[in-house]
């Protein structure tokens, strides 16, 4: 016992041996004096030492889930889609409320890109569980004069996000006093997606428009700011019903490919906007969450052009 507490003390004093001494040696204490005197700093040292590492501890020690705090929340937000999409379960295990931020609002979103023009497009419809909350809300938003953006998923995060980047393009053209352009507003909305990636933005984005060399550009993104250039694009609840269509009507250009080729479509402007409107007559058909009316906006060298189409009602 008293061995391990002689090792103890060594410990501490070549722990402390940098401290300097020489105050103590050349004040005119006694040697008795300049001992106690050690030894009383050496062990208020120990004690502060002891009292740190103990905050250290309680500071950093790992606390239960902490990590997977992400993933629960991902969790809850499948739980509260499953919930919202199909009629309450009576009988089975009581569901607890558990606080969820996210709503699916659906609505689906569509985009082609020519060699001189962009094409986005996307239905009116509000949709909530099985209610309809308007029919009439728009999901495309204009960013610069030459690059749109459609989002589907929630409806209050879209808003936010298209606020956030509509607000930066414009503090952009104060200080660089010209717009921002295409390339440029894709890049920085996969920054903003990707800054929130602990709780993301739930938003599934399609930008369109007309890039610096005048050629039509679509990026397409995930929740969390993945994104990339195509020719054609789809999102939201009509995606599995019309990304076929398109990519049987459209030959995407693969993303291997070296020199990079760039994927606008073959189509002239008259085809690819019969295609989006067949493409969401098809859609209007089977997803429930897809219908009203479609806002068509062609983005060309003459500026932004919108035109509607009508949507089944039910
Ligand atoms: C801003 O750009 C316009 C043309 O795009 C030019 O006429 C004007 O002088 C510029 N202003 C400044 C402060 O550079
Ligand atoms: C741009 O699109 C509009 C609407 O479709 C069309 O009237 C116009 O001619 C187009 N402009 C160019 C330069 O292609």
């Known amino acids: 016992m008293r061995a391990r507490a002689k090792r103890r003390s060594n410990t501490l004093s070549t722990l402390f041996s940098s401290i300097p001494r020489s105050r103590c040696t050349t004040s005119g204490k006694t040697s008795v004096d300049i001992r106690s005197h050690h030894r009383s700093r050496r062990c208020f040292s120990g004690i502060l030492i002891l009292t740190l590492s ?5 500071q950093i020690r790992p606390r239960e889930g902490s990590q997977s705090r992400c993933y629960q929340k991902l969790n809850n937000l ?8 199909g009629p309450q379960q009576h009988g089975g295990p009581t569901q607890h409320a558990s ?11 569509v985009a082609v890109a020519g060699k001189d023009y962009c094409v986005i497009a996307a239905d009116t419809r509000m949709s909530t569980g099985f209610n309809i909350l308007t029919r009439d809300q728009t999901k495309v938003c204009k960013l610069t004069d030459k690059c749109l953006i459609a989002s589907a998923g ?15 393009g414009i503090m952009y053209k104060h200080s660089h006093n010209k717009s921002m352009s295409c390339v440029a507003m894709a890049q920085m909305l996969s920054n903003t997606l990707y800054m929130k990636r602990f709780f993301p933005y739930y938003a599934f984005n399609l930008l369109g428009g007309i890039d610096n060399e005048g ?4 990026y397409t993104y995930d929740a969390i700011g993945s994104y990339e ?3 054609y694009s789809c999102q939201g609840s009509g995606q599995a019903l019309i990304m076929p269509i ?3 009507q459209l030959k995407a250009v ?7 080729q760039d994927g606008a479509t073959p189509l002239t402007q008259e085809q690819a906007v019969d295609l989006v409107k067949d493409c969401f007559a098809t859609a209007g058909e089977r997803d429930i969450y897809t219908g009203d009316e479609v806002e068509i906006y062609v983005i060309n060298a003459s500026g932004v052009h919108k035109q509607t189409q009508e949507l089944k009602l039910d």
Do not use: E
């Open 54 to 58: 103990y905050n250290v501890y309680w």
């Open 229 to 231: 250039r195509t020719g």
């Open 154 to 168: 929630f409806r209050a995060d879209a808003i936010t996000l298209h606020k956030t980047l509509q607000t930066r």
């Open 78 to 85: 499948d739980r509260k889609m499953m919930l919202s999409a």
């Open 246 to 248: 398109l990519d049987n």
């Open 254 to 260: 693969s993303p291997l490919l070296v020199p990079p």
């Open 215 to 218: 050629k039509g550009a679509v």
């Open 99 to 109: 606080w969820s931020p996210y709503d699916n609002n659906g609505g689906t979103c």
